[in-house]
Every structure is written in C-alpha cells, then in structure tokens.
C-alpha cells in the first residue's frame, strides 16, 4: 500500500504594482525579501507610456515613450492624472498635456489617439497588463491576482478608476494601498510599536508628503500635501534651457522649435542629470546632424539651478506638518520615495528640515512596489507569523447636526483600522459634547443601529465654532472598537470600548447593507433638507446676532424691514423638504443682510485701528 502525497497545495502568488504617472513596476514576494521583476529588456521601469499603432496593436512603456517622438498624435503618458476624474475637474490637465481629451456620455474622459479613443482606465490598464505579462514570463506561470498601490489623497471615484483598470488587465485587486503606507512597508516600519512617519515621493511630475501615523501595525494617514506639478521634469527642463541658449550661441541655430533635436537633448540632459547624483562632475553630450555639443557640468552647478525646485518642496512639507499636528522633533522616521530624491541636495534639505536621516538604503524609485509586493504576500497567505488584515462589515461614524451621520470608519475598511476627525461646537457657550456613536450605512442617525453614547464634559464656554473637538476611532485586529474624543483645547478626555459586531448576525449585517441601497435616494434628498436646515440655523443664529449689535439700529428703517421680512420667508420654508427652497430664501437673506454686514466689520476694524499705537 502506497500512500499518496500531494504535498501541499500551492498558494497563487500576488504581485504588488506601483502605477506610477511617469514609471510602472511590478514586485514579487522571495522566499526571504520582496524583489522587482525585470522586464524583457532587463529594465524593471516601464515607462507609463501607451502608443496606439493604427494597425490595432499598442506599444507600452520604452517604445512607447521613443514614439513620442515619432507618434505624438498616437501616445499618451500622465494617464494617471486623468484616472477617475470629471470633465469639469481637470480644465488644468486639458491645458497642459498635448493629446487630445473629449467628453463622453456622463461626462467620462475620453482620450483620442488617431481615430480611436480610450478612458484613462483602459489605458492604465493596458500599461498593467504589460506588468501582468512581465510578472507571467519571469515567474512562469499565470497571474491573476494583485495589490496596486495609489497616492494616499486619491478619492474614492480615483480609487475605482484604479480598480477598473486592474479589471481590464484581467487582475484581480485584491486590495488598493496608499503609496506612503507601500513605502513604509517596504522599510519594515510596521514592527515599530508606535511613531510618526514622512514620507517624502519627489517622482517625474508630481510631489507627495505624507505624514503617517504608526500604532501597533496600523498606519493611518494625518495629513497629505505636495505639488502636482512638480517633479524631475521640472529639473530637466532648466537644463535642457541651458543647454539650448548654449548651443544657439556656438552653432547660431536655436533649436528649440526643432521637435527632434529637443527630445534627442532632453535624453542627454536627462542623462548627465542621473550621473551626477553620484558623480561630483559629468558631460552633456550630443550630437545632432554631424555636430558635436559637449558642456562640462559639476555638481555645484547643478545644485544651484536645482536649489529653487528644491525649495518648493519644503513649504508643502511643513504645511502638513502642521495639518498633522506634528513638529520636526516628533517625527521618527523619514522615508525617501520617488527617483528624484536621488539628487543628494535635495537629501541634505529633506535631512535639515525634518532632522532625522532619511531612509534611502532601497532604491527609491522601487520601494512602492516593493511595499505592495509585501502586503500582496501577507495577503496571499504567504506570512503567516503576520497579522492577516481584515474588513469591518459596516460603517461606524458619529452623530452630528440634524441628526445625520458622520461616518468616520467605512464599510470595508481593513481593520486594524483607525482614523481621526475634528468636529466642533455649534452652540454658544457649550460645556459638553455629547458623542453618539453609530454603526450603519444610512444617513440618518435614526436609521443606524446606536452603539454606544458618551459625554465629552467640562469643555470652557466658547463662542459657537471656537472648541475643536478631536474624534478617533480605533478597531484593533479582533474588531474591537474604541472611540475616544478630546477637546484640544483644554485637554479634557474621554472614551468607550465596544464590540460592534457584538449580537450581529451575518443575516442581519447584509439586510442593513441592502436596506441602505434601497433607500439610498430618499435617504439622499433627506439628508441634503437636513443639510440645509443646519446651515438655514446658523444664518438665523448669526442674524439675530447682528440684530442685537449697535450697527443693527444705525441702519434705516426700510433695510431692517427688509431683513426682518427675508427672515420670516426662511422659517415659513424651513419645515418643508424642499431643500433647494430652503437655499433660495436663506440666499435672499444673506444679501438682504449685507449692507448691515458690513457696517459691523467697519466698526470692528475702526475699532482694531484705535488700540494700535503708532
Ligand atoms: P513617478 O512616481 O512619477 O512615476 P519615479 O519615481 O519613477 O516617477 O521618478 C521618475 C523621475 O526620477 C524622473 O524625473 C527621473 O529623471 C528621476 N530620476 C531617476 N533616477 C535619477 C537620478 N539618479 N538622479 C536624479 N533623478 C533621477
Ligand atoms: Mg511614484
């Protein structure tokens, strides 16, 4: 008798993806360390570049981008700007790439190349599929699952597109990643305990900070900034601007209407740019029509023409520092992310402001993808010494105004999961904050199931607006939540634990998720009278303020008249449910009260000049 072994069953491996808007890679899982798969020119970068042939075919990554060239009409790149977004929202985009951007049916982007047109999803797509071949071919064997990674501030019609694209390379997204949390990964920075984390993203076009707090294996996002109009494409074009004006002045022929000669420089300049990241001098050299151009540069040189790009960095970086709550001081670790970080300026200067010693032992332009290749494994059950992360089923959020719901934890969130929102008070000199915590997918707080009700007390009397009130929800890996609220000023704390899955059936979670989709339009149309009945309480609130203060009864009888009539209008409205009505009156109210507004802000700054001594 011959016992059969069928050995262990195989786990399908799950590549990690970095979409990036100038550079794609893809990653895998080694038995000891994540690793970038090479592509079949050996280069690992695949230029995020997608040419249409008119035969039908296409051309992705390094041909596509030397058919820039040869193809302008019939290649797009930057594709990742355009993900997700509404014809309304990238009047900017439209203006500053060269191709050709249409509008579809809903408003969706469409891309024309030649006679054929595509949606920035079909074409990220078509630059993830290549990524997909690459992965199949070194591995050998099929691949079908993936982790791709995302910036951090894309929303969530971005997000989709991200998906849909992964759908159309025949991938399934098994989860989408923040590109700083990616990072962070890559570093082994989830075996921190606790900290704070920059993550610092300089690539070809755009700039991203990040500021990522760390507890027990969860990163959550403080705060993101940047520039997305920065990056090394702004380096190559200051030297490839000297390096025009130098050849005008020894050929006597400007060539910067010359299409090919710019883009042959462009590739030089580019080039000598990459040498002296490591390099203390180098050469730009080329060569054009039997001509030979070749210009010393050192790195002094070069540091000061980069010195201002540099500079723009850093304003964003101390912003949201500041959003973050954060001072240098407390920030822990600095990750260096993006292959223009490579320039060694810019490290003294990310060094300086931050002072901390940036992580740059990976190579930046890969540890995205090489972050993605870890979460992918920790999915694919490859690590199972890690925490397999989990979703929680519904929403969790708080009461607010009106009595709607803030969400605050979304459906499908992994857990841990944890995250922070401020509120504040709406009611002249409050002293307590009553937090109302509630778990749902419906707008209203009538419509969610109540979890738990805590007062937030003592808080000093302040004017309406003026306490801030920081919320923070924390669901750790067995799903257990604990909501606490701070008021910033003062200190004062509070908090609860509490199981929301406690006494829910898996029955019971998918009637609340389809209760919400069946309801979701009147729930809407609700939510938006709600709306505009909080905001309807905060005008009356403030004119009746106004009517109180000295300014009120210098103005004439026939204005106060007016005011006191637009105010009667909005409550005759304010009960019924159309919200646009609502709106309409509160609108007429406001500019019935304009002329009195300005009265009291001239008194105040009278008033202001006045104390000043001169
Ligand atoms: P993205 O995230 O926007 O897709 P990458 O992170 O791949 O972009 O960065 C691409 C940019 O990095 C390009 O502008 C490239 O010239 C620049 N870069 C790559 N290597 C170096 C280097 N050694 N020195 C300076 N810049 C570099
Ligand atoms: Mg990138």
């Given at each position: 008798m011959f016992a059969i072994d069928f050995g262990k069953p195989k786990n399908e491996v799950v590549v990690g993806i970095d979409l990036g808007t100038t550079n794609s890679l893809v990653a895998a899982m080694g038995p000891s360390a994540p690793y970038i798969i090479p592509g079949p020119d050996g280069d690992p970068l695949v230029p995020s570049v997608v040419t249409a042939l008119p035969n039908g075919d296409f051309l992705v990554g390094n041909p596509a981008r030397r058919a820039l060239v040869t193809h302008p009409k019939l290649t797009v790149y930057s594709a990742k700007r355009l993900m997700g977004r509404g014809a309304a929202d990238i009047a900017e985009e439209r203006k500053l790439l060269p191709f050709k951007l249409g509008e579809g049916s809903e408003s969706v982007i469409q891309i024309e190349l030649g006679t054929r047109t595509f949606t920035p999803p079909v074409i990220s797509g078509i630059i993830l599929r290549r990524l997909k071949q690459n992965a199949e071919e070194h591995l050998g064997e099929p691949v079908t699952k993936a982790v791709i990674t995302v910036p951090a501030y894309f929303n969530d019609a971005q997000r989709q597109a991200t998906k849909d694209a992964g759908r159309i390379a025949?991938?399934?997204?098994l989860r989408l990643v923040n590109e700083p949390t990616a990072a962070a990964l890559a570093y082994g920075l989830d075996k921190r305990k606790e900290g704070i984390v920059a993550v610092y993203d300089l690539g070809g076009g755009t700039f991203d900070i990040s500021i990522l707090r760390l507890q027990d294996g969860i990163f959550e996002v403080l705060a993101t900034g940047g520039d997305t109009r920065l990056g090394g494409d702004d380096i190559d074009n200051l030297m490839l601007r000297v390096a025009l004006e130098d050849i005008a002045s020894e050929w006597?022929?400007?060539?910067?209407?010359n299409q090919e000669a710019v883009q042959l420089l462009r590739r030089a300049v580019i080039e000598a740019k990459h040498a002296l990241s490591v390099l203390p001098r180098t050469n730009i050299v080329f060569e054009y029509k039997e001509r030979r151009y070749a210009r010393e540069l050192t790195r002094d040189v070069f540091n000061r023409l980069v010195m201002p790009i540099v500079e723009r960095t850093l304003a964003p970086c101390r912003q949201a520092m500041a959003d973050a709550g954060v001072t240098p001081e407390q920030i822990d670790e600095v990750v260096l992310v993006g292959g223009s970080t490579r320039v060694p300026l810019l490290r003294e200067a990310v060094e300086r402001l931050f002072r901390a010693k940036p992580h740059c032992e990976l190579n930046p332009d890969q540890v995205v993808a090489l972050g993605a290749a870890v979460q992918a494994s920790i999915l694919s059950g490859q690590q199972t010494d890690k925490l397999l992360l989990d979703v929680t089923p519904l929403s969790l959020g708080i009461e607010t105004m009106g009595g709607l719901v803030s969400r605050i934890i979304q459906r499908?969130?992994?857990?841990p999961a944890s995250a922070t929102e401020s509120f504040t008070t709406?009611?002249?000199?409050?002293t307590n904050v009553l937090i109302h915590v509630v778990q749902g997918e419906r707008e209203m707080v009538k419509d969610c199931r109540s979890l738990a009700r805590f007062d937030l007390k003592g808080i000093d009397p302040m004017p309406a607006g003026f306490p801030r009130s920081e919320v923070r929800f924390l669901i750790d890996a067995n799903g257990i939540l604990q909501v606490s609220a701070r008021e910033q000023r003062t200190g004062k704390e509070q908090s609860v634990e509490v199981k929301p899955s406690y006494g829910l059936s898996d029955d019971q979670v998918e009637a609340m998720i389809l209760e919400s989709i069946e309801r979701a339009e009147d729930d809407f149309a609700e939510r938006q009278v709600r709306e505009m009945r909080v905001e309807a309480d905060n005008v009356m609130q403030a004119v009746e303020k106004a009517k109180q203060s000295d300014a009120w009864f210098e103005r004439p009888e026939d204005e106060r008249e007016r005011v006191n009539r637009a105010l009667n209008e909005l409550l005759v409205v304010y009960h019924g449910d159309d919200h646009n009505l609502i709106r309409v009156k509160i609108e007429a109210l406001d500019e019935a009260t304009r002329p009195l507004a300005e009265t009291i802000m001239n008194t105040a700054v009278n008033h202001a000049l006045k104390g000043t001594k001169i």
């Open positions: 025949g991938l399934e997204v006597g022929e400007d060539l910067s209407r499908n969130s992994t857990i709406a009611v002249e000199g409050q």
